[in-house]
């Protein structure tokens, strides 16, 4: 058993000069905002009456009944099924390339897809080929959280990578909100292709960004020697020999962070698709909100959930640094996340918009402050060299949790005309998550290099 998971932890003094790792933290937060911002411009499209129609297969300005309506939802969740489904596929396969290619590598070559994938969006007529490019769109997303949770594990001692997930995290509310001000402008202005084509094209920034400022923390020019040394302070040493997913497979460690990402990721992954629809047509509420409208409320839910990735991410390093041990503060923290959401499911019942918006931030809040202690649990347990094909793993499990609950959202939604089945399960899912994950690893034990390779 590691004495840095079970014992409390002594302070490790931080570097007074060379602090290039926050940087790369920078970097990483600007990838997963424009990640975000790719993959929620479908879920601002939904409202538009002439995206509706097109994969309707109906003329301009053919009148849209309830009927019409329910359909579309139907088609959308098929849709939205199938980026998930190959997210959770692209989460296998990024794990792979982050640990057999290099985060530096593996991480342009998923920039590159999505980015292709986004502008491909705006060029199709059907809902099979808006299927086809949300599944391409899904293979390349994938990339970011592998990429960014082994890219954390490089430049940060075990201590920081909590706050450090929070930080580059925060970036996914971020892209949320930039698509909530923004796409809807675009749409109303330059119509619903130009909101993906643009958006689409983001990724050429990054990817360019990301080339120029990303090495290993050994062979960077600008990282002083004093801060390579605190990078190095938990004494882990990196083999570079990659693991094989099999020899992963056996450890209750890999179960704990997948079953808790296939619970959770897909209350996550609802929030992202079916929030603006929630607020333009839930019976329960007496305020609807349109395409016009509906980029305040994003506003605020998600800039508190921001405050939620930050603030979440830095408490459970604030236990550590107060003492309590690497699994003492990171359950503590989970567990006050979970209880954060379980109200939501009275957002579904409430009339107030006002009483909807709050619990879904508190909500969203809490889901991503426990994604960024869920995924820092990876780097605690594991050594680097496995780090991205754990995340890989557990994110496929996640895809597939959240291509499941999309596959029948929107067949809920339309039979029962009611959002609430949907919240009871979000209300549970952290809680539920969390006592499996308590089962499975009592202790946060790290799997150690030598049981890997066996």
């Excluded at 297969?57 to 980026?83: C, H, I, Q, R, T």
């Excluded at 619903?192 to 050429?204: E, K, N, P, Q, S």
């Excluded at 496995?386 to 959240?402: D, E």
């Excluded at 539920?432 to 890997?452: G, H, N, T």
């Amino acid at each position: 058993m590691s004495a840095a998971l079970t014992s409390p932890v002594v302070p490790t003094p931080v570097p007074k000069s060379g602090n290039y790792r926050w940087r790369i933290c920078a970097i990483l937060f600007i990838a997963t905002t424009v990640n975000y911002v790719d993959r929620n411009v479908l879920s601002f499209t939904m409202l538009d009456d002439g995206f509706r129609r097109v994969m309707l297969g109906l003329p301009a300005g053919a009148p849209l009944g309830p009927a019409e309506v329910s359909m579309f939802k139907e088609k959308m969740g098929y849709v939205d099924a199938a980026f998930k489904f190959a997210y959770a596929m692209g989460f296998v396969l990024a794990g792979w390339m982050m640990d057999r290619l290099g985060t530096r590598r593996g991480f342009s070559i998923s920039i590159t897809v999505w980015s292709i994938a986004g502008i491909l969006h705006g060029l199709v007529n059907t809902v099979m080929g808006m299927s086809l490019m949300r599944f391409l769109l899904g293979l390349g997303e994938a990339g970011n959280f592998p990429a960014s949770v082994k890219s954390v594990a490089e430049w940060f001692p075990r201590k920081e990578r909590s706050f450090a997930t929070g930080l580059f995290n925060a970036g996914a509310n971020v892209g949320i909100i930039l698509t909530a001000i923004f796409v809807p402008l675009i749409i109303a202005t330059l119509g619903w292709r130009a909101g993906f084509i643009i958006t689409g094209a983001l990724g050429a920034f990054v990817l360019v960004v990301w080339l120029m400022a990303f090495y290993k923390p050994e062979e960077h020019p600008k990282v002083t020697a004093a801060e390579l040394a605190y990078i190095r302070s938990d004494g882990e040493q990196d083999s570079g020999k990659p693991v094989k997913w099999s020899q992963l497979l056996p450890y209750k460690a890999t179960w704990a962070f997948g079953t808790a990402k296939f619970l959770t990721d897909a209350v996550w992954w609802f929030y992202l698709t079916w929030l603006p629809s929630f607020f333009n047509d839930n019976a329960a509420l007496s305020t609807k909100l349109d395409l016009k409208s509906v980029g305040l409320p994003f506003i605020m839910i998600y800039l508190v959930s921001d405050g939620g990735s930050i603030f979440f991410g830095w408490l459970a390093t604030k236990f550590i640094g107060l003492g309590w041990t690497v699994n003492r503060a990171r359950k503590t923290t989970m567990l006050i996340c979970a209880l954060c959401v379980v109200p939501i499911f009275f957002a579904s019942m409430t009339s107030s918009i006002v009483v909807a918006i709050v619990l879904i931030s508190l909500a969203t809040a809490a889901h991503q402050g426990w994604s960024a202690n869920l995924f820092t649990t990876v780097s605690d347990m594991f050594p680097k060299r496995a780090v991205g094909s754990v995340t890989g793993l557990g994110g496929m499990m996640g895809g597939i949790g959240g291509a499941l609950l999309a596959a029948f959202a929107g067949k809920i939604i339309a039979t029962t005309g009611s959002y609430l089945p949907l919240f009871i399960f979000a209300s549970c899912a952290y809680l539920v998550a969390l006592l499996i994950v308590q089962m499975l690893v009592p202790k946060l034990e790290p799997v150690k290099l030598a049981d890997v390779t066996g």
